[in-house]
């Protein structure tokens, strides 16, 4: 749950995740989040449908649920690389669109 991120004085300083609580707190992140704590990781909790908006990730496989028993969990590692691609996905938009081109090549 905790990752070494920078370096303060010479020690390394522990980078918690957290997830707001609802009460105006945060509480630890866990690294299964269910279908509720994901749509708070991804900020998707003030969309209309967030839940609609996870089924349509899941479904054209860019965002991957395990099934424990009926219900869908998310690894943080998942979230954190379906983070990555949609950033990356932006980035080449915004550099075809400066450069004036109509085609992106992969």
Not at 29 to 49: F, G, H, K, Q, V
Not at 61 to 73: P, T, Y
Request: glycine share 6%; with cysteine; aromatic share 8%.
């Amino acid at each position: 749950m905790a990752e070494l991120s920078e370096k303060r004085d010479g020690y390394p300083v522990m980078a918690l995740t957290v997830l707001p609580d609802g009460n105006g707190g945060f509480t630890p992140c866990p690294e299964l989040l269910t279908e509720s704590e994901a749509i708070l990781y991804l900020r998707l909790d003030d969309a209309s449908d967030p839940e609609r908006t996870m089924k349509y990730y899941r479904d054209k496989g860019q965002l991957v649920a395990i099934k424990v028993g009926k219900w869908n969990r998310y690894r943080r590692q998942d979230l954190d690389n379906f983070l990555a691609l949609k950033s990356e996905e932006k980035q080449r938009r915004l550099a075809v669109q400066a450069n004036g081109l109509t085609h992106i090549s992969r």
